[in-house]
């Protein structure tokens, strides 16, 4: 036997009595059947409703052919049953659904875009629209009519009806369902199959606030919050902006320019700075080969920094390398362990051989080509005996 759906017959109910049919365990909890239930089930995008059965707690419900399955954490004693919903929970959900509908309905009428999925999870619900194509007007606009729609209050309804009525009916999609058919009308402006829980007019949903969109896909998905959920979306978003320009020591509609001033003029410090970098690279580069002695016709210039970033060792190499008949093997540790070794031009000599033998010796790993190879190793105790093993190899290869 089906279990009776009253939250079909009143989605404002919070509270019900029923009797106990059926009650069985398995891994997730205790599995009970009743003759009736406000539970609205997972199902149609709708996450299902939690609550309470005789105090215990209720973690998911489920509807299987007709039967809603309540999941409990621990068993009931008693065949009379005294359910409560979450209503906070139930009231969240018809705000976020109802909205959905007049979201789809309003990007169905403004640019022909239907509906192909819907999701409505914990922090915002969203929905994918069969276009790639959509920008930030046509968004817009959908989102201005949704809320004057919201704003007139229009009251929605819900019945059944037989399948061979819904010719009569101007539905925006198709039931899922060839039997009890519910509809969700809202008066006048849509008409979609749906057997979730919604309120009794338009006005309760609250604002209506699209978040942010993008392709996915061949589609367009689109996130929004409605009531409850708009309002603290709005109140965070207002609190941090309200922080921001406090920093910043602007009014809050100044703060976009200024951000973007800051972000222009940290652009163009980095730029300078980046640039800055290289000359001193190259200033420390000739320094270092002037006070590095020549033997055998090449200077081998051997350095191990502490913590020095990477990039700034890997510019230097390649700054003692642009002069004549130089080696740089240079070596940063600290929280990242990495080495670099590379050739003058005019140097005859394969650094991949040396390099690569100290590596496989020590653990490390890394690569490149003939001129230049580097890698990194996992300790810093390492570093030096790197170094050392790394200048012994290359003058043997070298020689």
């Not at 169905?108 to 192909?116: G, I, L, P, Q, S």
């Not at 519910?182 to 849509?190: A, H, L, N, Q, Y």
Request: glycine share 8%.
């Amino acid at each position: 036997m089906d279990t009776v759906k009253l939250y079909r017959e009143n989605a404002y109910s919070a509270d019900f009595t029923a009797r106990l049919l059926e009650q069985t365990r398995n891994e997730k909890g205790f599995r009970v059947v009743l003759d009736r239930t406000l539970f609205y089930p997972t199902g149609g995008g709708q996450p299902c409703d939690t609550g309470w059965l005789n105090g215990i707690p209720v973690t998911d419900a489920i509807e299987d052919e007709g039967v809603i399955v309540h999941v409990l954490e621990n068993r009931l004693k008693t065949d009379t049953v005294k359910g409560r919903i979450d209503w906070e929970r139930r009231f969240d959900h018809m705000q976020q659904h109802a909205g959905q509908h007049i979201l789809s309905s309003c990007f169905h009428k403004t640019v022909r875009a239907d509906t192909v999925g819907f999701h409505l999870g914990s922090r915002y619900v969203s929905i994918d629209l069969n276009r790639h194509d959509l920008t930030e007007v046509h968004i817009k606009k959908a989102e201005e009519l949704a809320n004057r729609t919201v704003f007139e209050n229009i009251p929605i309804k819900t019945y059944t009806v037989k399948p061979e009525d819904l010719a009569e009916l101007p539905l925006r999609k198709p039931p899922a369902v060839d039997t009890d058919i519910r509809i969700v009308e809202i008066e006048g402006f849509d008409y979609t199959p749906c057997g979730g829980t919604h309120p009794k007019c338009t006005g309760s949903i609250g604002l209506i606030k699209v978040i942010r969109f993008e392709k996915s896909g061949g589609n367009t998905r689109v996130e929004f919050v409605c009531g409850e959920r708009a309002l603290e979306d709005y109140s965070l978003k207002n609190e941090a902006l309200g922080r921001i320009s406090s920093l910043l020591s602007v009014r809050d509609y100044e703060t976009v320019d200024m951000v973007e001033k800051i972000l222009s003029d940290t652009k163009s410090l980095s730029k300078t700075v980046g640039e800055l970098k290289t000359e001193l690279c190259e200033c420390q580069a000739k320094d270092m080969v002037r006070e590095t002695s020549e033997a055998g016709g090449i200077r081998i210039i051997k350095h191990l920094f502490i913590d020095r970033p990477f990039e700034e060792v890997r510019t230097l190499a390649s700054a003692i390398a642009s002069q004549r008949s130089c080696i740089a093997l240079l070596c940063t540790a600290g929280r990242k362990n990495q080495i670099i070794a590379c050739r003058s031009e005019n140097i005859d000599l394969d650094m991949r051989k040396p390099f690569n033998a100290v590596m496989s010796a020590v653990g490390g790993r890394g690569g490149g080509g003939s001129s230049v190879v580097q890698g990194g190793f996992d300790s810093t105790d390492k570093a030096q005996p790197v170094l050392d093993m790394l200048h012994e190899a290359v003058l043997e290869a070298y020689n």
